[in-house]
């Protein structure tokens, strides 16, 4: 085989080696963290809509929230459940709403945590804001890539949060008058416990209300 | 007249200018070199280096601080990462302080110089739960010297056992209050949980 033939093999083989890789990941995900059907919302392309919904706290945070903030948590306050294609977690607020909670699911590293809370922060709200994203970065996902949850405040107007995975859009529904507790695999960095966030916020129709970036740091 | 006005308008600029570049003077010393790997840890040293970082300030989420005991932005606003002020905040002293891995999974002991700015993965409310491989809880009535006091949105170190039901605590407080030691009742305060480092080596 000349040298011209061997070099077009090499390019070809090359090829071939690259185009799979390059098509593996980066797709829409047909189904959530809990195998369920992963909708999508037409007006933002390759969308997937993470379920989202109002449930009462009742037991649900027994295994996540320490013994010594219980008290200050009503049984029957309204938590929001949500379940992404990596993530899922557990929001509900204290009795005066001055502070909020998050259950963050997946798995602990160290291994001393089970499934399904690796971890647990708690948020400041000031004038209905959380004044942190309360980054967390201790938990990682099936594959046991790092996943990094954070809270994002809606602006007004907005019913969809959406964040930039690799790939698709997942979309988070503005729930219970709570920030939202978003989670991805993308953008972050470990060792220096921070993440960054490409977050859309978008209305009931689907406008986009606002794009950018968010950096979050753990902190507190 | 039209020199004077030139002359008033760049002195305005330059006396605005003149607190960003400090700042950036400051920041610009912080630095992310790794963390020396230590075979020893003794309580008496955890001591030395956290009161060696009193009076150098808090910064939300920073762990970058001088030996020059002024916090060189004692006015940042609460809780913004961004504003690179000097000091750690509580979880960020502690981790320093106890010489940890910024890896969850490694127990080992990890000295981070001053200006090595880094905070760790660890808040409060995780350190409380013992997360992370270096970490434990401990009951408080036998927290030591150097172990912590943790609530859900601060810790602070054991400096000095007192006999009156408090302690003389090491902490990073707030952009106010700064990075000292306070006289505090955590022990007895069931918000707060006991919480230990594993591996003194004295």
Known sequence: ?????????????????????????????????????????????GSVIAFGRVVELDARADRCLAAADRADVSADAPAVERVGVNGASLTFANRDGSLVYACDGGIDLAGERAPPWCHTVVGEVQHHRVLDPRLDVLCSDRSRRPLAYAFVDPLPGTRWIGV???????????????????ASTRGIDAPNARASFEISQYDASGDELAHGEMEAAVAG | ???????????????????AQAYHRFWATCNSDAPTFMTTMT??????????????????????WNYDDVDSYPS??????????EGGDCSGLTFKTWRESTDTTRDGRYYWRALRNVHGPYDAASFRAGNGAPNHTVAKATAGVMDAFASSTHIGMVFVRSLYGGDQIVEAKCETCGTNIFYRTYRGDSAYGGVGRWGWTG
């Open chain 2, 1 to 19: 007249m039209r020199t004077f006005l030139a002359m008033l308008v760049a002195g305005f600029a330059l006396s605005g200018v003149t607190g």
């Open chain 1, 1 to 45: 085989m000349g040298l011209d033939r061997l070099t077009a093999c090499v390019v070809a083989a090359a090829a071939l080696l690259v185009a799979p890789g390059c098509d593996s990941g980066g797709h829409r995900p047909a189904r959530l963290l809990d195998g369920r059907p992963a909708a999508r919302f037409d007006r933002v392309d």
């Open chain 2, 76 to 85: 940042d606003p609460p809780q913004e990462t961004g504003t690179h002020g």
């Open chain 2, 43 to 64: 309580r008496d040293a955890a001591q030395d280096y956290a009161n060696a970082a009193r009076y150098e300030g808090y910064q939300w989420g920073g762990g970058c």
């Open chain 1, 164 to 182: 930039r995975q690799d790939g698709y859009v997942e979309l988070y529904e503005v729930l219970g008058s709570l920030p939202v507790r978003v």
